[in-house]
């Protein structure tokens, strides 16, 4: 059941999902989230590296950073898209995407607690890959220069689909190609540093082939 009206999939609301835990696994899926805000200079959306941790998506940036500053105790969006493939209809209208695409409404709140702090760094670093414990400490100079907000994870609503295009059964006998075009991101091997040092990470050389927003061989 959708948390509130304003998250309630009306449109293709036979692909809407609100359970947490599938949510949660696309989120875990993820890379990176489009962050909306109302900034002095008006509406403004970027894109932003995130980390999940209990019940909150927790977002960072540069202290002068508009999009986070503008966050505070005002209502933010963020949205994490995944797309996996083209649909191509028989006609322009019915083509489409498939996709899993998740929309976080609700307000930022600045984390200002040194605990939290570093509770939601670590939860970005190791989203992005879990490399918090093999890298040096940050200096207290990096935790000040650095915002984190968290945004509630309580009013989200996700959408999924998948599989081939809808035409129209008029459109049975008209002689055009219809189908789905696959879309996989993967990564590639490890290319070190010049000044890089010691072993390579494991969890680093364990991505090399792997399906990016699935992280495991398919
Ligand atoms: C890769 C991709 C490409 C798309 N391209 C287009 C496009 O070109 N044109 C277009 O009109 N639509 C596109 N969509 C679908 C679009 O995201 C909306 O779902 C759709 O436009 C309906 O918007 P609405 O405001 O009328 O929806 P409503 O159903 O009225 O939205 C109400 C609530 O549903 C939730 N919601 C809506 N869409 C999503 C979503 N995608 N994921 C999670 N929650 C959602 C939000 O909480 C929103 O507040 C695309 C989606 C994806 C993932």
């Known amino acids: 059941m959708p948390s509130s009206d304003r998250i309630t999939v009306r449109r293709g609301a036979e692909h809407a999902l609100y359970e947490g835990a599938e949510i949660l696994r696309i989120l875990e899926a993820g890379l990176v989230a489009h962050v909306a805000a109302q900034t002095k200079d008006g509406p403004l959306v970027l894109p932003m590296a995130y980390g999940v941790h209990e019940n909150f998506m927790y977002l960072h940036g540069a202290l002068a950073n508009a999009l986070l500053k503008s966050s505070t105790d005002s209502e933010i969006c963020a949205t994490v898209t995944i797309v996996d493939g083209l649909v191509l209809a028989k006609t322009a209208f ?125």
């Open 94 to 218: 019915n083509h489409s995407m498939n996709y899993r695409s998740v929309v976080i409404r609700g307000s930022g709140r600045v984390v200002t607690d040194r605990h939290e702090q570093m509770v939601a760094l670590r939860a970005i670093t190791d989203h992005v890959a879990p490399l918090w414990d093999t890298t040096r400490e940050l200096t207290e100079n990096e935790i000040r220069a650095t915002r984190v907000v968290a945004l509630p994870l309580t009013e989200m609503s996700a959408k999924i689909r998948s599989g081939g295009a809808t035409n129209d059964p008029e459109d049975a006998d008209i002689p055009f190609w219809s189908g789905h075009v696959p879309i996989t991101s993967r990564f590639g091997d490890p290319i070190q540093n010049s000044d890089a040092l010691g072993e390579m990470p494991a969890v680093v050389a364990r991505l090399s082939g792997l399906d990016a927003y699935n992280r495991q061989e398919t």
